[in-house]
Structures are given as structure tokens and as C-alpha cells.
């Protein structure tokens, strides 16, 4: 049976104009003595010359996920997306870890473009992707923690069946997805909200795709989940995680 990705109508219905790229990768090989780090830290370079901490309040992309998050209740100081986390992380003058090729191009495609990135392995799946509002009664494992959690009714989570995968759009990732050394297949997630447009994701798509076969190998494909096109297969049994 395929396993298939989703996006609930209410959450788009909430959050107009909300658009997630998804990029598959199959077959690939996370070995650490790749050259990602070495881009990374180009990379972290680069916006450190043409980005500044007034500039990055004022870009857009940055201000509508804050306003999201405001809008959520959630104070953008206390609950940063992933991107604007990061960016901040670099502009202060630090480095970011280098995980592994997987996720430190998921990082890089997140820097370069400023859109939330998230990695998330596959080849473990047992259930469909969704992201939707949560109810309230899904469980969370951190990834950092033994404690078991449970979004807020309402909140906007990415789960495969009942068990959360990330918080609050694009805030914290759980346990159950990490990527590791030994993974062979992730999906990537680029999130952008208006006034960032589908092409601009289409586009953060292809370096994702380019990077990943570079670096790590495997085949790839992307497709971008909106109002007009919410539901993609993920994987098919023909595929053989």
C-alpha cells in the first residue's frame, strides 16, 4: 500500500496561501566524509556579509512566519522558526553543527533561502504524513528529552498517524525522524507563506535535489503541496525502503 503525504484544508483555510515543498530521496548514503560541512560554513560566510540583524527583522519571509506565530499566541522571541533561529545563530558569528550531509543541506538550502527546512528520515515509516491542527491528545517524544509531550489544540503539527513529527509549522522536530548516519531515504520539507510564492519553493526544491546527488547519491523527485494540490503519494511499495 502507498504511503501518502497530506495537507488538512482547516490548516490552509487558517494560514492562506500556505505552501510546503516536498522533496523525496531515495538510495542515498549520509557518510560524514562528505564536503557539505565545507559548504556550510561558506555558506555562513556569505550571509554574514550581506545580512544584518535590522535587515533580517525586515526581510519578508522572516516577518510573515512571525506573524504566524503571532497570530498563534506565540511570542516570535520565545517560539523562532527553525530558519530564523538559525540565521540568528550565524549572525552572531557562530557555526552551526555540522550533523550529518542530509541534514547540514537541508541547513544550507534554509540559509541561502531563508524558508524553514526541515529533514526527516523515512526509511522507518509505518503510517501516512500529515500536517494538520492538532486536537490535543497526539503525543510528542523530543528529541532532547525522555518526557513525553502533547501539542496544544489548535497548534499546526506534522505527525504520521498520531505521533507528532515537528511542533508548531516549523518550530521544534521530534525523535521518531532524526536523521542519521546510516538513513537511506528522507523527505525534505521547504515551508513558505505569502508573500514568498510557489515558484520560489519550486526553485528551493531543485537545490535540494542538486545537493543531495552531489553529495549523498540516490535518486530524487519534489513535488509542492498547496490549496490546489494537497494530497502526493510519498512512497510506493515498488520503491523498497
Not at 555558506?43 to 527583522?57: A, P, S
Not at 506573524?67 to 533561529?85: L, N, T
Not at 494540490?229 to 510519498?234: A, D, E, G
Amino acid at each position: 500500500m502507498d504511503l501518502t503525504y497530506s495537507l488538512d484544508g482547516s490548516l490552509l483555510r487558517r494560514f492562506p496561501g500556505f505552501v510546503r515543498g516536498v522533496v523525496v530521496a531515495r538510495g542515498v548514503k549520509n557518510s560524514p566524509l562528505s564536503d557539505v560541512t565545507a559548504l556550510l560554513r561558506e555558506t555562513e560566510e556569505t550571509l554574514r556579509r550581506t545580512l544584518t540583524g535590522e535587515t533580517l527583522k525586515e526581510d519578508p519571509r522572516i516577518l510573515s512566519w512571525r506573524e504566524a506565530f503571532r497570530g498563534m499566541g506565540m511570542k516570535p522571541g520565545d517560539f523562532r522558526p527553525s530558519a530564523e533561529g538559525m540565521l540568528r545563530r550565524v549572525l552572531r558569528g557562530q557555526a552551526l553543527p555540522s550533523v550529518n550531509p542530509l541534514v547540514d543541506i537541508g541547513n544550507i538550502v534554509s540559509l541561502r533561502r531563508l524558508f524553514p527546512v526541515g529533514c526527516h528520515a523515512v526509511d522507518r515509516l509505518e503510517g501516512n504524513l500529515e500536517m494538520r491542527e492538532a486536537q490535543g491528545t497526539e503525543t510528542f517524544l523530543p528529541f532532547d528529552s525522555e518526557s513525553v509531550e502533547h501539542p496544544e489544540p489548535g497548534e499546526p503539527v506534522f505527525l504520521e498517524g498520531n505521533l507528532v513529527l515537528t511542533r508548531r509549522f516549523c518550530w521544534r522536530q521530534g525523535r521518531r525522524t532524526l536523521t542519521l548516519p546510516d538513513t537511506t531515504a528522507v523527505e525534505f520539507n521547504v515551508d513558505a507563506l505569502p508573500p514568498s510564492v510557489q515558484e520560489e519553493v519550486e526553485a528551493a526544491c531543485r537545490e535540494i535535489e542538486e545537493l543531495v546527488v552531489r553529495f549523498c547519491g540516490g535518486s530524487v523527485r519534489h513535488e509542492v503541496l498547496h490549496e490546489g494540490h494537497r494530497r502526493m503519494v510519498l512512497l510506493t511499495p515498488q520503491e523498497g525502503l
